[in-house]
């Protein structure tokens, strides 16, 4: 278990609390989500391309 302090310098174990997990994990998530596609989508495109061919 980590331990570490938030920006107020409060002092936390290692699980975060609902909130901030919450928003970590919608704006990770959004993120990765929107990279992924990035990198998937040449994959996709090339892919329907070579099937139609």
């Known amino acids: 278990m980590r331990i570490y302090y938030d920006r107020r310098g409060r002092y936390r174990g290692g699980s975060m609390t609902g ?7 919608s704006a990770t998530g959004t993120i990765l989500g929107a990279l992924i596609a990035i990198v998937l989508l040449p994959f996709v495109a090339i892919g329907a391309l070579y099937r139609a061919i």
């Open 19 to 25: 909130g901030d997990w919450l928003f970590w994990s």
